[in-house]
């Protein structure tokens, strides 16, 4: 049955549908019945036709069986027409084994940038093992898409199979051509047979040296045989590369520097070829142009600049000349944010990496800067926000788990943050971000007061880092902090000056140095000038601020301002017992002992947990000093009942002053009886004190006239020691001698 015009439509339009939604039955009863009535399309109907030809490729596509010819016919209806598409050369160079070298050569010459075509007929020319056509054409299509990785990885399968078949060959090969091949492919025995190929010359037996040594040893011994050897000789282009590559790939940027110069312009072909064998001509210019190798020349001397040498000057010029070349290079724009980033200019910063995600910078790459630029501008938040948002794409690496954590830290969940660290140690050893992990765990453990644990995660990490780099010496630095903080200052003092040595001491810790070596006598490193007014803050504001100006003001004398400062500094700081310990140990030295007094009553209320029985066993002494005779004997009972492990080992350390207090307060509330006894415990010592022996002489004088022997005794030891009232001590004992003899002996 004939169908009219408007019903052949429809069948198209349905046969369209139907091939849409994978419906093969029914989309071949469509074109039967379009084929059986085509005549039915009048002239004016150019343009559905156009839409049949381009279906009927595509049905035939179906078949198990491609017949390429009749595809063909409809391309060329499509060209005669002048209304062929590249999706339509697509079509049919998809089927490589079967379509003919003249249709690629035609949808080459017409779609010169389309890679997706390249890439079908390098397989085209792989299949058929024409492995030098193919290289070629695949080196074209990475010169102007570098990003393809499906390119990379088919380039290396062509040029393993053509290495394969000329090892195979029974003629004699070029050394170069194998060189080439197996370099590409990192074919390790094929380069230890070239590696005594006299037909080599001395840079390419160098290319094989330096590939073999590079894949078989360490990265800092690499880097040691640069500086001892191959620096000194003359490199081919191809082993520089290898060798900037290499580098950059293990952060040696150093090398990366002394490696590449700045690269030479490129040099593009002009576009006029008229057949293919120009077109050929035309693409294997562009692929030695050395387009793409300037600018990732730029890139890898750009980021040296941005990692080792800070050389802004230097890395502007990679930027400008790299962008120049190709201004949409999604690698120069995230190096150009990372310019700015250096320069803390982050609004700048955050538009080149906008610009180079748009520009097809990878997530995963976007994400990272973007956990690096929250971080520099403390946004904990938007750190948490942006790793959620890489972990959604990614399984977590060592980066993102260690922003998570740190960002966790800064916004308080410290448990949380505990268990991150924790994970990312035993899942990332090997990670470049291990010992950051270290030491922010150590922070954790540092606020948690678990020193020992904080300084075994300190021990782990310093093993990443050369001795007295700035790393090496902020972990230093934290070290220095939490001996201060734990009382332990000779140690604190041994990591304080190391760090001051190598001047790598942080700035808010220079006060603290000096009071340490002032409050205990301990030698100040070279260089650490005295504590003066210079050193006040103006305007204090923050916990450090407040803490240096206190132990500042100590050093300089000035006691009230130094227990209104430190009393400040508690109240800002977590640490807040340990200011309220400095505040009272200054307060003791001041004149007005009753401020010590008030201060040590408000630690007992505010923090009681920073009490400790050297404080407590001076306190005693304060109440005596204060006149409070009951509260001191009260005191030293309970610490007595409260400290009995100190006073069993310690109590001879302060055994002076503790009878000297109880002495006193007997003396304050008028106990002749315990303040004789006291006194006479005092002198119990070998060599007792002069005041000490003068006391008791004064009690023997005014209260023990009777006891001859005692007064004697006592004048007796106070004359050992040269004053000048030994003349008239002299005489009293000799009174005092033949008084005895008198009563005694006579």
């Known amino acids: 049955m004939e169908l009219t015009r408007e019903q052949v439509i429809t069948h198209i339009e349905q046969a369209e549908a139907a091939y849409a939604n994978q419906q093969n039955r029914q989309l071949e009863s469509h074109i039967v019945a379009i084929q059986e009535n085509f005549d039915a399309l009048e ?65 080459l010459i017409a779609y010169s940038y389309n890679e997706t075509l390249h890439i079908h007929y390098a397989l085209k020319l792989k299949e058929e093992r024409r492995f030098t056509e193919a290289i070629e054409v695949v080196d074209y299509v990475l010169e102007c898409y570098p990003g393809n990785t499906e390119c990379r990885f088919l380039l290396w399968e062509i040029k393993q ?23 590409a492919t990192h074919h390790k025995s094929v380069l230890k047979g070239l590696e005594l190929d006299p037909r080599l010359t001395p840079a390419e037996k160098y290319h094989v040296q330096i590939q073999l040594a590079v894949w078989g040893n360490r990265s800092v011994e690499n880097r040691n045989q640069w500086r001892a050897e191959w620096q000194h000789v003359e490199l081919a282009d191809q082993t520089r590369d290898l060798l900037a590559d290499y580098a950059k790939a293990f952060m040696m940027y150093d090398m990366v520097d002394e490696v590449l110069k700045f690269p030479e312009a490129p040099h593009f072909p002009e576009e006029n070829y008229t057949d293919f064998s120009g077109y050929r001509a035309y693409i294997l210019a562009v692929t030695n142009a050395g387009w793409q190798r300037a600018q990732h020349h730029y890139l890898l001397i750009g980021k040296s600049c941005y990692h080792y040498s800070k050389d802004l ?111 990312g140690i035993e899942n990332y050893p090997q990670s470049a971000f291990h010992a950051w992990m270290y030491y922010w765990r150590a922070v954790i453990h540092k606020h948690h007061k678990n020193y020992d644990l904080m300084l075994k995660d300190i021990q782990s990490e310093v093993k990443f880092y050369p001795e007295g780099s700035s790393d090496y010496c902020n972990s230093m630095n934290l070290c220095m902090a939490s001996f201060f903080e734990k009382g332990d200052y000779k ?44 050193d006040l803050i103006t305007n204090p504001a923050s916990f450090i601020d407040y803490r240096n100006n206190g132990l500042t003001y100590w050093m300089i004398g000035n006691y009230t301002e130094a227990i209104n400062s430190l009393l400040l500094a508690a109240e800002k700081d977590t640490e807040k017992g340990l200011y309220y310990q400095l505040a009272y140990h200054c307060a003791r030295l001041s004149p007005d002992k009753e401020v010590a007094v008030r201060i040590y009553r408000d630690l007992v209320k505010e923090v009681p947990e920073a009490r400790n029985w050297e404080i407590d066993i001076s306190y005693t002494g304060l109440l005596e000093q204060t006149q409070n005779f009951k509260e001191a004997k009260e005191g030293f009972l309970n610490f007595t009942a409260s400290y009995p492990y100190e006073v069993f080992y310690n109590f001879a350390k302060h055994k002076d002053m503790v009878i000297q207090t109880l002495k006193e307060s007997a003396k304050g509330e008028g106990n002749l009886k315990d303040y004789t006894r006291y006194s006479a415990v005092l002198l119990s010592k070998e060599n007792p004190n002069e005041s000490y022996l003068k006391e008791h002489q004064q009690i023997a004088e005014d209260f023990h006239q009777e006891d001859l022997f005692l007064r004697h005794n006592l004048l007796a030891r106070l004359a050992r020691f040269e004053t000048e009232d030994n003349e008239e001590e002299f005489q009293k004992i000799k009174n005092l001698k033949a008084e005895i003899i008198q009563n005694h002996f006579a």
């Open 313 to 423: 000057k230097k890395m502007a010029y990679c930027l400008q000349q790299g962008l120049e070349l190709h201004p949409k290079n999604p690698l120069l724009l995230e190096l150009k944010g990372k310019f700015f980033f250096f320069q803390g200019d982050y609004e700048q910063a955050a538009a080149g990496f906008n610009e180079a995600f748009k520009q097809g910078l990878s997530a995963t790459d976007f994400l990272q800067t973007s956990m690096d630029l929250n971080d520099r501008v403390k946004n904990s938040k938007g750190i948490l926000q942006t790793v959620n948002q890489f972990h959604q794409r990614h399984f977590p690496n060592a980066k993102s788990t260690c922003f998570r954590g740190i960002a966790l830290v800064k916004l308080g969940f410290l448990d949380q943050a505990f268990e991150v660290f924790t994970e």
């Open 491 to 534: 140690k604190s003092h041994q990591y304080g000056a190391y760090c001051f040595e190598q001047r790598q001491l942080d700035a808010d810790l220079h006060t603290v140095l000096k009071w340490i070596c002032f409050y205990n006598y301990l030698p100040k490193p070279k260089g650490l000038e005295e504590a003066s007014e210079a």
């Open 43 to 107: 002239a004016q109907d150019q343009g559905i036709c156009i839409r049949y030809y381009r279906l009927y490729m595509r049905f035939l596509t179906l078949f198990e069986q491609v017949k390429i010819s009749a595809m063909q016919t409809y391309l060329e209806a499509l060209e005669t027409e002048g209304v062929v598409e590249a999706s339509d050369y697509e079509l049919i160079c998809s089927f490589y084994k079967l379509c003919p070298q003249e249709i690629y050569e035609k949808a």
């Open 161 to 183: 199979e053509y290495l394969d078949e000329l090892c195979n060959a029974e003629e004699e090969i070029e050394a170069t051509q194998l060189l080439s091949l197996a370099s």
